[in-house]
């Protein structure tokens, strides 16, 4: 298992792609690889061990679980375990989930093509597969094309690049064209898994495709936007102290893949079940780091109410009662979705359908209130906080102080330093794109509906309506 500076030594050799404000950037300065970083040292934690750890299927070796193929009902409970605590030691998304998520949906279909098709991309994603586990690799995921006019499948586009595609079979590979939209951490990962977005026709052959390349392969460009919390003053700041996180329009210049990187090509069926996997998997981890960002905010909650003197008030404990009871059910589903996961073909666990997505669709759906109920019980003051510089100013600070001081026997630096927090998590850009990766994440919320109601058996439902209500007939 490698060490957060040799990650960092690595992206440093990468070529320059990363275009932001202006300038071409090494990506040794993009917002985030300190998050990454923490997945390093996290599973190098002696108390973590078997739980950012794993053994790999393929080797024996102890490998990060980041790389992890799941094999067991526990090595999915230890995911979700593990991305709950990650989520939680950097205080928002861990990054390093999209890829083993999209590297697990293909071990699956791969499987499965293979089967149907006689095709050889199993035996090409287990090589692909150990290499990455034995280099311990940063992977992410860029699943979602940018998909052009949604009323219109991709071929019918007025641009058929608007969803990416195949332009060129050659005897060593293929060519592909086109861009993935909302690719978190693209530029701090080091492989780039790409897979389809939606279900494909026959006539769709052309998009239905996947691979790996790396982030800095000829033609590959990261077009990014960084989101971060205020600059801190370190001596007032907590462990985020002013760093963020980025997001990528990843474009595919026609970029060459060899085949041993091509894990499906023109098998359409095959196209958009991976798609539904890659989201399957994903909301499965969902189920860890949705709970965690509901840790944070009802910690928050509680805390604040405490240094403002409201925590005994009956709306505040109901409050709480609301946070805890969505942090809860949806770890309890994601476990649940676990218990209930099957082997497939491949001996990948893949999790329960329903599960994982009623936990998901639940977690989107709470986001936004859970960000009303802190900002309840805070009141204004996040959003009008002076700055650190004023706090500690000669001029103003003594009297900032003054008129920040809430309960007697809580220090005005700790109250200082909680309200900061609240601006940085909630009050802040980086707040708006948790926000968002909170509903759109993994999928927009009718995505999972979709998944719900193609699975649910609706029909044994209305046999019991039809017994309770004395009719026969069916
Ligand atoms: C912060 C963030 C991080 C993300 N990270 C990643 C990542 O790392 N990798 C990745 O692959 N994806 C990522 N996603 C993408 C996420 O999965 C997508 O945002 C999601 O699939 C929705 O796609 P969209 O943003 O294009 O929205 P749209 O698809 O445009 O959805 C907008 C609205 O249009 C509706 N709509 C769309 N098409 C139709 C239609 N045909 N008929 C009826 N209604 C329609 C939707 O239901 C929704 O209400 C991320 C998203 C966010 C916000």
Redesign the pocket.
């Known amino acids: 298992m490698r060490h957060a500076d040799e990650y960092m030594e690595s992206l440093k050799e990468m070529v320059p792609n990363v275009y932001m404000g202006g300038e071409v950037l090494n990506r040794s300065e993009v917002p985030g690889n300190d998050i990454l970083c923490a997945t390093f040292d996290l599973a190098h934690l002696p108390e973590n061990d078997g739980i950012f750890t794993a053994t790999s299927h393929l080797s024996g070796e102890k490998i990060n679980r980041f790389c992890n193929i799941h094999q067991s009902v526990d090595d999915l409970l230890k995911k979700q375990e593990m991305t709950r605590i990650g989520a939680r030691t950097v205080g928002g998304c861990i990054a390093r989930c999209?890829g083993i998520d999209a590297l697990n949906a293909l071990s699956v279909i791969t499987k499965q093509c293979d089967m149907a098709h006689n095709t050889e991309y199993h035996d090409r994603f287990l090589a692909y597969i150990e290499n990455f586990q034995k280099n311990d690799t940063v992977g992410?995921?860029?699943?979602?094309d940018?998909?052009g006019d949604?009323?219109l499948r991709p071929g019918d586009q007025a641009d058929p690049d608007l969803y990416l595609r195949v332009v060129e079979r050659r005897s060593d590979g293929i060519v592909v064209r086109g861009a993935?939209?909302?690719?978190?951490?693209?530029p701090l990962a080091e492989e780039i898994i790409v897979t389809p977005?939606r279900f494909l026709r026959e006539n769709e052959k052309d998009w239905a495709v996947a691979f790996a390349v790396p982030g800095d392969a000829k033609g590959v460009k990261l077009v990014v936007r960084a989101a971060k919390h205020r600059d801190r003053m370190p001596e007032l700041a907590g462990l985020l102290s002013g760093k963020g996180e980025c997001?990528s329009l990843t474009i595919f210049d026609d970029v060459f893949v060899p085949w041993e990187r091509v894990f499906l090509c023109g098998e359409n069926e095959f196209g958009g079940q991976l798609a539904v996997l890659f989201a399957l998997f994903h909301r499965h981890s969902y189920t860890g780091c949705k709970p965690a960002i509901t840790d944070m905010l009802m910690g928050t909650a509680a805390l604040v109410a405490e240094y403002s003197g409201i925590e005994r008030e009956d709306h505040v404990r109901s409050k709480l009662a609301e946070f805890i009871t969505t942090a809860e059910l949806v770890y309890g589903c994601g476990q649940a979705a676990a218990y209930k996961s099957v082997k497939t073909p491949s001996g990948t666990m893949m999790p329960d359908m329903v599960y994982c997505n009623v936990a998901r669709k639940h977690a989107g759906e709470c986001l936004f209130h859970e960000y009303n109920l802190l900002a309840d019980i805070a009141g204004g003051l996040p959003a009008t906080l002076p700055y650190d510089t004023e706090f500690t100013s000669p001029e103003v600070g003594e009297l900032v102080q003054k008129y920040l001081k809430r309960k007697d026997g809580v220090s005005v630096e700790d109250i200082y330093k909680c309200y900061a927090w609240i601006a940085d998590f909630t009050c802040s850009s980086m707040a708006g794109?948790l926000q968002?990766?909170g509903?759109?994440?993994?999928?927009?919320?009718?995505?999972e509906d979709i998944a719900i109601l193609g699975t649910y058996d609706i029909e044994s439902k209305k046999e019991i309506a039809r017994k309770l209500a004395g009719i026969t007939k069916k």
């Open positions: 999209m992410c995921c860029a699943q979602t940018v998909k949604r009323s993935k939209a909302h690719n978190s951490f693209a977005t997001e794109v968002y990766a509903l759109h994440g993994g999928g927009s919320p009718i995505m």
